[in-house]
Structure formats: structure tokens, C-alpha cells
């Protein structure tokens, strides 16, 4: 019988640890592109994650990220462990069951956070039958989701030029929760819930404000609008006097 190696001993006591960057560094090396962007980054003839996304390419592999940016990945609590009374604390596993003629269907589902802390982020959900392959779904899936952060100083109070903060008040909805995020002063920090901060913290914003309405309790759906709060930033058309006034920056600085 083979033994577990001790790295395997500890992901099933943990219930899925965070992968490390030696898991990123196998799949790289057998990789097999199956995409024409896939192709030329594996080449080297793209070498730089902003001319994908300046010419609006779809990333349909999670190795292209992989290939040309050096991420951080989180698993972010968004289930709970049983305890005493009902009652327990905040685990990385959310367990659903499905009842059957054969008995219940256990079903794990994970939130992913990826991020370089300098312009770029990606979430993702996922759901399986085990933990492991679960966690590397919703990995992956966070790594396709990969958006370019728009950051600045849009506060009135500041006006530094130093891409800290965001360049101005953006709002983003998923069912009832809803959520705005504003600019704030160098040394103000993350005034927001704080798995919404771990997310700013991850796309390299230092200094906001925030105002949260709606069903803020279900953290999936409030993650996910801090989310799309961050990719309404891209969708604003802004002037070119705009960038040298708020320091603008895109991606990387």
C-alpha cells in the first residue's frame, strides 16, 4: 500500500489547503496548449498579460495566467462548521446535501480568490463531490475570470497622483446585496467588510470608503458585487486630462 507523502497528510487533515506555487509549476510543464493565445504564450511570443487584455482576447486556459503572471491564491470562508448549539465558526467548505433513493448527495463548493496585489484579480465558485477537486475548479475558474483593475486618487482630500485608492465612486449589485465603493485618503485603509477588503487587498487598492445595502449577510453574492463593483472601474469612459489629473493606472504600475 502506498504511503501519503506528509504535503498529502496535511490537505486532508486542513480539509484542502491552499495550493502552493508547486502545483502552478507541474501543470506548466505539461501543459499542451489548445488556443491560438495559448499557443504564442507558450512560444514566448506573448510575453505580457496587458496585450491580451488591450486587444480584448478571451483567456480560455488558466496556464496563460499561470504562463505570464505570478499569483497569490486564497480560499475565502464562505460556509460553516458545525459546532455546539447550531452554532460554529466560518469555514472555507460550503456543504450542501441532496437526498436521494440511495441516501444523501454530499456536495462541497469553494470561493477562490487569485490575485498579484498590482492590477489583477479573478474570483471564482465551484462546487464538487470531494474537496480537492472542488478547491482546483474554483481555481481555475477564478484564473479565467482574471480582470485588469483601474486604480487612482480620486479623493477630493488627497490628490497625491498616486494610484492607491480607486479614481472614483464605482457600485456593484449581485441579487439583494448591494455595495459602493469611493476613494478615501492615503492612510485612511479599507473601510469595508472585511472579505471585501482581503479582495481589495488582492487587486493592490490601500484606501477606500464603502456603504453596503441590502442582504449583506449572504457573503457569496456581497463578495461577488465588491467584485463587479471593481469591473464597473474599466467600463467608465474617462478623458485624457483625467489620467495625469487622478494618476490613473491599468494593470500593473
Not at 502506498?2 to 497528510?9: A, F, I, L, N, V
Not at 495559448?38 to 499561470?66: M, T
Not at 467600463?235 to 494593470?251: N, P, Q
Request: charged content about 30%; overall charge positive; hydrophobic content about 35%.
Amino acid at each position: 500500500m502506498k504511503k501519503s507523502s506528509p504535503r498529502e497528510k496535511y490537505n486532508k487533515r486542513k480539509g484542502g489547503a491552499v495550493p502552493t506555487a508547486v502545483e502552478g509549476v507541474d501543470a506548466l510543464s505539461s501543459w499542451v496548449p489548445k488556443t491560438a493565445i495559448g499557443k504564442k504564450v507558450l512560444s514566448g511570443e506573448i510575453n505580457d498579460i496587458d496585450y491580451i487584455f488591450d486587444n480584448s482576447y478571451r483567456i480560455l486556459e488558466s496556464e496563460i495566467v499561470d504562463k505570464l503572471l505570478n499569483l497569490e491564491v486564497m480560499l475565502m470562508e464562505v460556509g460553516q462548521s458545525k459546532g455546539k448549539f447550531g452554532g460554529g465558526k466560518g469555514s472555507i467548505w460550503k456543504q450542501t446535501q441532496k437526498k436521494t433513493k440511495e441516501g444523501s448527495r454530499i456536495k462541497f463548493s469553494t470561493f477562490a480568490l487569485v490575485g498579484n496585489k498590482d492590477g489583477y484579480i479573478g474570483v471564482g465558485f465551484a462546487g464538487a463531490k470531494e474537496t480537492v477537486p472542488a478547491r482546483q475548479k474554483a481555481i481555475r475558474i477564478a484564473k479565467l475570470n482574471l480582470i485588469r483593475i483601474r486604480r487612482g486618487c480620486g479623493s477630493w482630500s488627497c490628490g497625491c497622483k498616486d494610484p492607491h485608492s480607486i479614481p472614483y465612486k464605482v457600485e456593484g449589485k449581485v441579487g439583494s446585496s448591494r455595495i459602493v465603493i469611493m476613494p478615501a485618503p492615503k492612510g485612511a485603509g479599507l473601510v469595508i467588510e472585511e472579505r471585501c477588503g482581503k479582495i481589495l487587498e488582492f487587486a493592490g487598492i490601500k484606501d477606500v470608503y464603502s456603504k453596503s445595502y441590502g442582504q449583506t449577510n449572504t457573503k457569496l453574492n456581497f463578495m461577488l458585487a465588491c467584485y463587479e463593483a471593481l469591473k464597473n472601474l474599466t467600463r467608465v469612459k474617462i478623458k485624457g486630462d483625467d489620467v495625469l489629473k487622478y494618476g490613473l493606472v491599468e494593470g500593473k504600475r
